[in-house]
């Protein structure tokens, strides 16, 4: 099966990272989304919890199972994408666009050294 993969970081628990000037947006890749199957429900955190890297701060459901979301990097969450709260199939149909989950202001820049890069990501999920 192919995947789109765009040029972001990811964790191999398959969550995306995009960061932009001290912030970043967070959401699942195109792989968990599809693994997951259809979203019927999303859990999500309040702005301005606190998220500390590895830990899960969100939840996903979709008809065949339940998964956590782990955070890629720590910081506060400055926006929820509460959209996903009445519309979780989202998260199906833009997974990178409509369906991002939350905004981190990041605590540690440093933090994205430790993240997978596409090129990393996509040779992950094939092995």
């Given at each position: 099966?192919?995947?789109?993969?765009?040029?972001?970081?990811?964790?191999?628990s398959h969550?995306?990272?995009?960061?932009?000037?001290?912030?970043?947006?967070?959401?699942?890749?195109?792989?968990?989304?599809?693994?997951?199957?259809?979203?019927?429900?999303?859990?999500?955190?309040?702005?301005?919890?606190?998220?500390?890297?590895?830990?899960?701060?969100?939840?996903v459901?979709?008809?065949?199972?339940?998964?956590?979301?782990?955070?890629?990097?720590?910081?506060?969450?400055?926006?929820?994408?509460?959209?996903?709260?009445?519309?979780?199939?989202?998260?199906?149909?833009?997974?990178?666009?409509?369906?991002?989950?939350?905004?981190?202001?990041?605590?540690?820049?440093?933090?994205?050294?430790?993240?997978?890069?596409?090129?990393?990501?996509?040779?992950?999920?094939?092995?």
């Amino acid at each position: 099966m192919s995947y789109d993969i765009p040029e972001l970081l990811y964790l191999d628990s398959h969550e995306w990272i995009d960061p932009t000037d001290g912030t970043a947006r967070i959401g699942i890749s195109d792989v968990a989304q599809d693994e997951l199957g259809d979203v019927v429900f999303v859990e999500l955190p309040s702005t301005g919890d606190e998220l500390s890297a590895g830990d899960d701060f969100a939840v996903v459901e979709s008809i065949k199972a339940v998964s956590d979301v782990y955070a890629p990097v720590s910081g506060e969450v400055t926006a929820v994408n509460e959209t996903l709260l009445d519309r979780p199939e989202l998260l199906n149909d833009d997974p990178y666009g409509d369906g991002w989950l939350v905004e981190v202001e990041l605590a540690d820049p440093e933090e994205l050294e430790s993240l997978l890069s596409a090129e990393e990501y996509e040779a992950s999920i094939e092995t």
